[in-house]
Antibody, heavy 117, light 107 residues
């Protein structure tokens, strides 16, 4: 069965850092483009970042320069390193395979990040 | 950045109804638009890509249309499990942007 499991969320103080993981099973992450999407409490979905098979990477304006997406093929895992966190980054973070155009979309269950003192 | 505006923001309908949600882009995005369904506590579900193509396993009661700046998602014969929030996403230009969502509620 194909699935992705996010982890690494939790409570962090403003200005702090967290690294989210998206561990895949049943498929190889290096063969798909992988994205992160977040949803703040009571708000809508927000696209965060994408990493392509050829390692091209793009970010939302709100996270560029603070967040870094990466992929570790040996661990079949995609990461999101989040630095300089603020309250506005509080959200459930989802990883997604083939988020936009066709293919084989798949979503993780999400991990909650809370930025608060 | 491309702004995506959905209308209405909320919609009340009854089981068995047919509803249409609209998504308008601030500039032309060809057919680079996807639709998603989101229910509280669950991961989003991908419904449609490239404006009108159904993702695998999505029932044909869902349909999408449009190109350029104006797009629609139509859901026919509403069932209780269809009451959720629906989002469009443009992937024509980075950064990708979601619409603000349309909450579909039971009347």
């Amino acid at each position: 069965e194909e699935q992705m499991v996010e982890s690494g969320g939790g409570l962090v103080q403003p200005g702090g850092s967290l690294r989210l993981s998206c561990a895949a099973s049943g498929f190889t992450v290096s063969r798909f483009y992988m994205s992160w999407v977040r949803q703040a409490p009571g708000k809508g979905l927000e696209w965060v970042s994408v990493i392509y098979v050829d390692d091209n990477i793009y970010y939302a304006d709100s996270v560029r320069g603070r967040f870094t997406i990466s992929r570790e093929n040996s661990e079949n895992t995609v990461y999101l390193q989040m630095n300089s966190l603020s309250a506005g980054d509080t959200a459930v973070y989802y990883c997604a395979r083939d988020l936009s155009w066709g293919g084989h979309p798949l979503w993780g269950q999400g991990t909650l990040v809370t930025v608060s003192s | 950045d491309i702004q995506m505006t959905q209308s209405p923001s909320s919609l009340s309908a009854s089981v068995g109804d047919r509803v249409t949600i609209t998504c308008r882009a601030s500039q032309g995005i060809r057919n680079s638009l996807a639709w998603f369904q989101k229910t509280p506590g669950k991961a989003p579900k991908s419904l449609i890509f490239d404006g009108s193509n159904l993702q695998g396993g999505v029932p044909s009661k869902f349909s999408g249309s449009g190109s350029g700046t104006d797009f629609t998602l139509t859901i026919s014969s509403l069932q209780p499990e269809d009451f959720a929030t629906y989002y469009c996403l443009q992937y024509s230009t980075y950064p990708w942007t979601f619409g603000q969502g349309t909450k579909l509620e039971i009347k």
